[in-house]
């Protein structure tokens, strides 16, 4: 078993995604697309049809919070 995102730039001849409302609060249309491309052959979506279509639906802007910004700004005043 592996995450999507542990398989970054991998891929694997078939996936099977859990698709259930427990991750619906983080689960997106973004992250459903990056699941099933990782699939050679098949995706098998495993859970509720609800879920599925939440997932769809969800297609807002997910933009990073890594705060990278500011850490460069701050080791950069410190000389690092």
């Known amino acids: 078993a592996m995450t999507c ?3 970054q730039g991998s891929q694997a001849p078939f996936i099977v995604i859990p698709v259930v409302r427990a991750h ?3 689960f997106s ?3 459903l697309y990056t699941a099933v491309t990782r ?3 098949m995706a098998i979506l495993v859970g509720s049809e ?3 279509l939440a997932a769809v639906r969800n297609a807002k802007d997910s933009k990073r919070r890594t ?3 500011e850490w460069l700004a701050k080791s950069s005043t410190r000389g690092e």
Do not use: K, N
């Open 5 to 7: 995102h542990s398989m």
């Open 67 to 69: 705060f990278l910004r």
């Open 24 to 26: 619906s609060w983080f």
């Open 50 to 52: 609800d879920a599925l």
């Open 29 to 31: 249309r973004q992250l």
């Open 39 to 41: 699939a050679q052959r």
